[in-house]
């Protein structure tokens, strides 16, 4: 398996930008289950930082992949299916991501899409709301805009946007980000140039009232998906309706912005933690596949063997966040 890495520094960075980093990685275990949201490998720490683990996704963000065009409508409602089951089993945890974007949607190398970045999600108990303010603007719903408490529904409402936006390349309610918010609570969202069934289904979920929107379970009954076997779609059976990205080799970055993968490293290599390092307590993972296939080949030691490599390596080289 090929590896990306997140990392954020423990010094000079605010509490609470280390605490949703930890939150982060605890919302990752808690989803290892789910077949589109990003699959955590490792987590460890240094003396300087944070580190998750991560599968590499090589075909990039689907915001990269629209500067080749818009997505056909087969092919998006095949990715809308897969976001939402991805969203369904975040809500029934109570979690709610509250970043659907285009930049937060990534191709795996079979063509399927993960559901990343969960650095502003938050879990919520039951029958919890929060008023916390966070996002895009364009995809903010109206109640976060408004700073109402909100819940799962928020990220029914950025799912409407997404929707729109990778059919056409524009925004429901216009692109101006300081305009957009007064138009998103006021204003009836523009959708134009689709089917019908598509448009009403974006129009679905753009409803205003949270309480009015569709939650994940109810939308799968949505006759824009009347084709998806939602057994095998939860399984992740099905082929993906696009084609897996090109790849010269397992390592290519090609499908990546180039704003990023020329960017300077920005994590220089530092020490594993000695004993006297005071460490965040709990965060240490080994996904559980890793660890059976390592238990099962040469026993329990081999768990802890890999991921001291893999500390090795990030203690060795450069990262970016």
């Known amino acids: 398996m090929d590896y990306s890495f997140i990392h954020i520094e423990r010094r000079g960075s605010p509490f609470d930008s280390l605490e949703f980093f930890i939150l982060h990685q605890q919302i990752l275990e808690l989803l290892r289950s789910c077949p589109y949201t990003s699959s955590m490998c490792y987590a460890f720490q240094t003396t300087e930082n944070l580190f998750l683990v991560m599968e590499y996704l090589p075909g990039g963000d689907i915001f990269t992949y629209l500067d080749y065009g818009v997505l056909s409508e087969d092919v998006a409602i095949f990715y809308f299916a897969e976001l939402i089951v991805a969203l369904e089993r975040m809500h029934e945890q109570n979690i709610v991501h509250r970043d659907i974007k285009t930049e937060n949607v990534m191709i795996d190398k079979d063509g399927h899409i993960q559901l990343v970045d969960f650095g502003l999600s938050i879990k919520l108990r039951p029958r919890q709301r929060t008023n916390t303010y966070g996002g895009s603007v364009l995809y903010m719903s109206p109640e976060i805009l408004s700073h109402s408490e909100h819940d799962t529904a928020t990220d029914m409402w950025s799912l409407g946007v997404l929707a729109y936006h990778v059919l056409t390349l524009e925004f429901p309610f216009g692109e101006?980000?300081?305009?957009?918010?007064?138009?998103?609570?006021?204003?009836?969202?523009?959708?134009?140039?689709?089917?019908?069934?598509?448009?009403?289904?974006?129009?679905?979920?753009?409803?205003?009232?949270?309480?009015?929107?569709?939650?994940?379970?109810?939308?799968?009954?949505?006759?824009?998906?009347?084709?998806?076997?939602?057994?095998?779609?939860?399984?992740?059976?099905?082929?993906?309706?696009?084609?897996?990205?090109?790849?010269?080799?397992?390592?290519?970055?090609?499908?990546?912005?180039?704003?990023?993968?020329?960017?300077?490293?920005i994590c220089e290599s530092s020490a594993v933690p000695t004993k006297q390092f005071l460490a965040f307590k709990g965060y240490y993972y080994i996904a559980p596949e890793l660890s059976e296939n390592n238990n099962n080949e040469c026993g329990a030691s081999s768990s802890r063997n890999a991921l001291r490599n893999i500390e090795t390596v990030c203690c060795t080289f450069m990262f970016f966040s």
């Open 176 to 265: 101006n980000e300081k305009r957009a918010p007064e138009r998103i609570i006021n204003d009836d969202p523009i959708i134009e140039g689709l089917s019908l069934e598509m448009t009403d289904f974006i129009l679905t979920l753009l409803v205003k009232d949270p309480a009015k929107r569709p939650s994940a379970k109810e939308v799968k009954k949505h006759p824009v998906f009347k084709g998806i076997d939602w057994e095998k779609l939860e399984k992740k059976e099905l082929e993906s309706a696009n084609d897996p990205p090109f790849m010269e080799d397992p390592f290519d970055t090609g499908n990546f912005d180039k704003e990023f993968t020329q960017e300077k490293p």
